[in-house]
């Protein structure tokens, strides 16, 4: 927007090439990634054909207004465009000698690869190709830019597409039929009069079934293909495409229309594409792939297996090419700063980029060539760790296969091996069709999904798979890019591997399976086994949890850490994890855990035989409060009482007896916990779920509990029912229930204090317990809770004769603690936001429930994404939002958190970031995600009190570089 | 707090008496109702005893201060005051000739008669009681005052009273016992000699329980009488009074200090309280009682029965007394505006004024004296708007006795009569305890409870039964006085009655009744039947609704009426109710209802065999919403989709037969509501609770079903299960129904404009449909019902070739609407706060569960009110805030108004009338007091755009007076 001329409208469309450009890398949002980085890669001496860009404002503008354009988009803005084009190249649109042909591609501001359509060769019509054919002396390769032209066109413009599953697309349908009418077995055999027929049958197929004709007007043509970009925007894919990603519906995709360079004009043409290293594994290593005499559809395609980028050097025709390519992979890296991922084009030896970007990578890939590029100071800190995705992290921790289990497979169920495309080890039933795939994933199987090759229509199918094997294809074939981007495992170009859709089969070397059968696949390896094979850890968890590997014989760990590194240096968010048990803790902090942000003390109800004490607890709890109340009534009539105590001895028994059971060995859990965490804070809540939970389910279990507590069978029936709550998420639970039964407030805070002092006194290192009291809407309840905590800690101190720091705080998870906090905030130390029920109560939502509707409101846009994964910021972010204006007056220095489940997704992690969170507390395998979604979000918005910014930031930042 | 002096702590202790006073009726909150009225009279020329007001900040001070005083409260405020006091009656405090004697009583800012502790003849000790024999040459009357006053000071102040329900008053037990020795039968045979030795044995008695000595010190007696009149504010009976009226447990009370006036003194002197007019039914005459010889508390206590105040006009020795109270009488209306509740004491022929206050009175004497003293000049309309408690209004919609049946009920059934002390009918199941009262009640009984006479120990009894009735103490005892202010049926002192709590029963002119059986009781009239009595409609309603009744005929609906134009007059809120039926409606208009607030159509759904189809809509829904899925999927491929009609053929036969079904049948529904509200706005809510509430539970009515639709009985089961939600309030339901089943949305939009366009066509008159939207959290639900609803609409227009104004609007009723208001009012045109479910998500609260543990929440003040009957300010309220806050300024002009059952709830109405709504809703019953209520709020806290602020207020409200 920079560089917008002054006119009253905004400026629509940008012209490229000639080493100059309207635009530049800077005007990603307007222009697309393709369109900017074109205008880039032109101001920066790279070779690209002249062409220019309208804008994403113009789609915007096209879905804002019914489907139309800005006034003069066409007219006026466009048609300039192409008359400075047309001076550009010497050529003319629709010219009958000299013509212009241009190609229309999408570019949003994300790539959405194979996501919308595009379209080559525009501006060829029945005059036209002559001219081409006179200029290339080659009327074959005239009229097959011609027939092309004509079926993309009719297809994507004109809709003219087969009509149902089963029916062959259209214009395939048609050359078939002449092909068969001619005797013709092979497209390349079909002549150039051969082509003028079915160039003629086309226009007629397309008069037949749109009732209009095929448009010769150039202007005419580029009209209806621009239309057909921005239409695409909306397609399912796309919006499917984009759901995942979270690329927002609003942006919109600009247009791109370039003068086209012909790769198929013959043997001293091609096309290629290439990544400056291997975005797989991040080797620095030049990977790609071109075919000579080929349009660049044709590589990404799959249709035709091109030939490694590396077999170029040795080539006849294009060995000149390739030192010029290697020229060109040094430079992007250096004036990219980072991995490019590029196309090209070679028209008669000479060679012309059509496009480039950042190469979108694997986990493995990311940290190992942020690793390598910043060391050797091709890449900045800063986008090495904003370059990351933190969600993609996971990829890390993903089980690899079993190697004594692997090695066995080798021998009795080799199968063959492919292009290893996307790292790991996935193992599974084979599925021949996305649908397939979808259904068995649905009904809970782990599938491999295994196709010739794969295309945009198979997305949902790649989704739900846990690998992706083709037997066609290459490096850079939809099924690898989809792979590399999605992170799944991935063997692609198999090419010994024959499946049959019809039979249902998987042939390869004489082996056939079947759908429905064993596959494995090693992505890292490329090899494919004709069974299951058994997973064990990653090398990440054999380093840091199992300790069965060794630091410095794992590069991946290096790179890993080196990167984890870096994040922790700009990252100014706490991160703590949510751990209940000893070992989960301490993988935690091997993974980088700095406390625990929520130790659910439920949990610990479940383990060995202490639920029968728990549920002994529970089942004379309302009798022992019924003996309280009656008690308090009675005060002063000591007799009353005693006749009380002999009426409710049973329950007094039971009840005081149980939770003496409890108190000493929750004592032990939370030494366990304490002792693991070795002198961070650990934040425990008190008990949280409904009282029924804990019940065992109607019939023998009931039976089994009646005789162990020596009670009828009709009783704890009864008790159930009596438990029952129509809507549990909003009932007697949290600290309800500590208010009701303030004997359970007791009994943890008693085990908490004593476990830390426990543990202090034996490690000799400090143990910081800070209790939370769940579900608090009224200050009054915190204050009642807290009186019980302090209590029985100050009994606790003085019994040992010594102290130790604790704090005491609350979760806000009901919109009343939200608005309240400033109340609240009198009595709490510390603030931690419970994201799924404060999700639930916010949108009046039960999570549990939502799948009848949730699935509509996403596909309606209703939601943009699911509130239960990503804090809904407009609503349950802004109760956060009010929470800490209202507290931090009350109690500067406040400690907020988060412990929902959203508290290791990134997008919810840049929030905390940005209203100013202390820390986010996530599950212990999400904190290496968090660190790094932390750092990016410091990056992103700054912080006042950053690590790194409050210092000198250049002069650290180069010591980092250089010490990874 | 005006008149504190400059002073640096505040002004604890205020002087009254002489005709002058430190403070004035203004003061109340600092002074407490009773002191402030002190102060006042004596400025005004009553005859008041000398004293002093201890005030409200020092009992506030007390508890904020671990029950300490205010540094020289007693050493230098009360040493002063008390200095004073001697002063102006020339008394001596402790002095051995002339003693000055005082009572110490409690005085809140609201009355809370009998709730807390009062002490009399403080002063008394060894030495000034023989001063007082001396002074009164009456040994007797002066050792009586000094045992009672021991007796007193030993219970409430040192805390000896019995220690179980089964023992006797231990000072009671003490006088016994020495009656026995003596044998002495009568409390007033004992001598001088023998209260001399009762005297030694109280003392005795007081060391023996606590240890310590009774107080001879009169500073350390007054200290001490204090602190108990502070500690009874505390006390069971005063909390539980206080949740009731919703009296803020913060206010405190005062302790009022006065010269002691003897009513004991002999006979000619005596006391009584008395009404300036009859706070029963509200008739013009003097309403009062009085005892000749006797103290203010024996009146009260109801165990001698006094005399009615108008025998005094013919008494020897107070015929001239009765004349000065003639002139008191006046001077009081005149004074202070509104009926007197007052306290006389004579003190040998002189007449003392003890305090005075506002009348308590039952709703029907408020309105009555509303009409007669607003037209007499004698109130102001605002006090007469002011002064009505709105929720009591119910009582005069309360049943009476049948006419019939009570006429054949006095031939078979006559029991006695008694004084009407509580008007309305009363008929149940004969409780004498209170206790039984409670269970009889809870078990779901109508009790009437049956007492010689009712102490505060009853309270709880009392709220339990519908009725109360004694057979001792008159119109100014603790029975009539509770059943005047909550509005209870009573029947005080029927005289001929005995009650026998030991053999439980209850004995009247020789018929013996037991407890457990049938008695009725007629409030009006005072008479009482041996068994249950029919009721039929209130008088109210007889003219309102059954119109059986002209309105000339009933002087009770002459001053209703009277007073509720007279609200009108004041409020700004709009009035509307929440009906289903047209009946509902035209009550609900009958008795002021603006328009209707809330439809809800699902209740419609119930009516007649409406339901099967509502029962076939949703068993196929599910299906039918499959298939238009997949449809959309097939889009373009015919073939496809006629299979998949073919497939689905069953549920959308039924799915969209079942719609077009109900369409009809709901539009006869909105018919009935448009007729009846001739013109009024009707606002309809579209579907709302989750579906599986139509269904029919397991068993003879599911097989039924499945018999009508002709599927199997599993099939039924099976949606029943997979309806079933873990929190179905927070499930799917309102427009998230509405959005998967737009079909749903459709037919009711177009059951309602088709309604509206017959009603206006049939009527001629303006219908003004208002299509509510339910449980809208974000803008675009609301939008995707919004382009529905005004689709429906406008085809609709367009068949009937005309149009008629509509609204549409929504519900904010969670948490997310509320804060996305700005966003949500882009498309709403009302919103309407549903503030039951806001209240249940805001707190994430249950109102189905939360009987577990909302009751301790009351018991330990965290909550103040039940959030469900009475809007959560602090909470609720704040979003209804912000959601005024956010939306007013993006649409200007917005209609809100609240449909919760909050909506007739009086502090409720307060503060939406505070915070600005246009409208409230509530059942057609509560629409008189939410009238009341409202007006009240705009008289409290005005309001811009009040219908009679705006204009000359004087000369209007002389209008209305003089009109009325």
């Known amino acids: 927007m920079a560089k917008a001329t002054a006119s009253k409208s905004p400026k629509y469309v940008y012209h490229f090439g000639g080493g100059k450009s309207d635009g530049d890398a800077s005007l990603k949002s307007l222009l ?30 096209y879905y804002a207004n019914k489907k139309s354009y800005p006034k003069g988009l066409f007219e006026v803005d466009t048609a300039n465009a192409i008359k400075k084009l047309e001076k550009a190249t010497g050529k ?12 229309v591609r999408s570019g949003a501001r994300d790539s959405m690869p194979g996501m919308m359509d595009t379209i080559l060769n525009l501006g060829l019509n029945d005059k036209t190709v002559e001219a081409l054919k006179a200029k290339t002396k080659n009327g074959r390769f005239a009229f097959d830019c011609y027939r092309r032209f004509v079926q993309m066109y009719g297809d994507v413009v004109m809709g003219v597409q087969k009509r149902s599953e089963n029916e062959a697309d259209p214009f395939e349908h048609t050359m078939e039929a002449l092909k068969e009418e001619l005797g013709v077995h092979e497209d390349s055999l079909l002549t150039e009069d051969h082509l003028r027929e079915l160039i003629k049958r086309y226009i007629a197929l397309i008069k037949d079934r749109t009732g209009k004709a095929f448009p010769q007007n150039p202007f005419e043509q580029l009209k209806g293909a621009v239309g057909a970009v921005f239409s695409s925007w909306m397609n399912d894919r796309a919006i499917l495409y984009r759901n995942k990603y979270k690329i927002p519906h609003e942006w919109g995709t600009a247009v791109n229309v370039q003068a086209m360079v012909f790769g198929n004009m013959g043997d001293t043409s091609g096309t290629g594409v290439a990544f400056t290293r291997n975005p797989a594994n991040g080797a620095n290593e030049f990977y790609g792939e071109y075919l000579a005499n080929a349009q660049g559809e044709d590589v990404v395609a799959g249709i035709r297996t091109p030939l490694k980028i590396t077999d170029m050097a040795t080539d006849k025709v294009f060995s000149g090419i390739y030192k010029q390519l290697l020229k060109v992979r040094a430079k992007l890296e250096k004036e990219f700063g980072d991995v490019q991922d590029f196309e090209f084009t070679i028209e008669d030896r000479k060679l012309y980029m059509l496009q480039t970007r950042h190469g ?194 794992s590069d991946l760990f290096q790179a890993y850490d080196f990167v984890m590194k870096l994040a922790d240096k700009y990252r100014t968010l706490g991160i703590r994890t949510n751990a209940d048990q000893p070992d989960q803790a301490s993988n935690a902090v091997a993974f980088g855990a700095e406390g625990i942000g929520l130790c659910r003390t439920e949990h610990m109800f479940f383990e060995g035989d202490r639920i029968d004490s728990v549920r002994e607890m529970i089942l004379f709890a309302e009798d022992y409060a019924k003996f309280k109340a009656e008690s308090e009534e009675a005060k002063g009539d000591d007799q009353k009482i005693a006749q009380l105590k002999g009426q409710y001895a049973q329950a007094i028994d039971h009840f005081k007896g149980a939770l003496a059971k409890l108190l000493p060995v929750q004592q032990k859990d939370f030494e366990g916990l304490f002792e693991s965490m070795a002198g961070r804070p650990v934040t425990v809540r008190l008990l949280d779920p409904p ?138 130390e510390f603030f931690s936001f419970g994201t799924n029920d404060l999700t639930q109560t916010t949108m009046g939502m039960s999570r549990d429930d939502s799948g009848k509707f949730l699935p509509y409101y996403q596909k309606l846009g209703i939601v943009k994404a699911n509130p239960f994964a990503s804090i809904d910021q407009a609503g349950v972010g802004q109760l956060m939002e009010i929470t800490l ?23 919810t992690i840049e929030f905390c970031h940005k209203i100013g969170l ?30 790194v910014a409050a210092k000198a930031k250049p002069a650290k930042l180069k010591a980092v570089a250089g010490k990874g």
């Open 92 to 103: 003319g649109f629709g010219d009958a000698k000299n013509p212009l042909l241009v190609s």
């Open 691 to 828: 009282l029924h939970e804990f019940l065992p389910q109607a019939g023998p279990q009931m039976e089994d509990l009646a005789k162990k507590l020596g009670v009828k069978y009709d009783r704890i029936e009864a008790l159930g029912h009596s438990l029952h709550e129509f809507n549990p998420m909003l009932g007697h639970r949290g600290c309800r229930l500590g208010i009701v039964y303030p004997e359970i407030t007791e009994m943890q805070s008693r085990a908490i204090v004593r476990a830390a002092l426990a543990v202090a006194k034996k490690t000799g290192k400090k143990v910081v317990p800070e209790v939370m009291i769940p579900l608090v809407g009224f200050q009054q309840e915190l204050k009642n809770q807290l009186d019980i905590v302090h209590g029985v800690f100050a009994e606790e101190f003085a019994k040992a004769k010594t102290k130790l720091p604790y704090l005491v705080g609350t979760m806000i998870e009901i919109p009343r603690g939200a608005l309240t906090a400033d109340e609240i905030a009198e009595h709490a």
């Open 32 to 61: 697309g990634g393709k369109g900017a980085n074109l205008a880039e890669m032109s101001r920066r001496g790279f070779e690209v054909p002249d062409g220019f860009t309208i804008t994403t404002e113009v789609c915007t503008y």
């Open 360 to 553: 979108k990578r694997t986990a493995q890939a990311y940290v190992k060539i942020a690793h390598d590029m910043v060391k050797a100071k091709l890449m900045t800190p800063e986008h090495a760790v904003k370059s990351g995705d933190p969600q993609a992290l996971d990829q890390l921790l993903a089980p690899i296969f079993d190697g004594a289990d692997e090695k066995a497979a080798e021998k009795d169920s080799y199968l063959t091996a492919g292009l290893p495309a996307g790292p790991g080890a996935a193992s599974g039933t084979i599925a021949l069709t996305a649908k397939k795939a979808e259904e068995l994933a649905a009904a809970g199987q782990k599938v491999v999904l295994c196709r010739t090759e794969t295309s945009p229509e198979d997305l949902r199918g790649m989704i739900a798979a846990e690998g992706i094997l083709t037997a066609r294809g290459g490096v850079s074939s939809h099924a690898a890019l989809v792979a590399r981007q999605m992170g799944k495992v991935c063997v692609a170009g198999a090419g010994e591997i024959t499946v049959d859709y019809d039979k249902g089969t998987l042939t390869c070397n004489g082996k056939t399976l079947r759908e429905g059968e064993a596959i494995a696949i090693n992505g890292t390896t490329g090899k494919v086994y004709g069974r299951k094979v058994k997973t064990s850890d990653s090398e990440l968890l054999q380093v840091l949890v199992a300790k069965t590997m060794k630091p410095k014989d």
């Open 885 to 907: 204006q209202k507290s931090a007056p009350v109690r500067p220095g406040m400690k907020y958190g988060i412990c929902g489940e959203h508290g290791g997704d990134p997008s």
């Open 918 to 947: 202390t820390y986010v507390s996530c599950s212990p395998f999400r904190v290496p995600i968090a660190r790094l979604a932390a750092a990016q979000a410091a990056l992103r918005h700054g912080s006042k009190n950053a690590k």
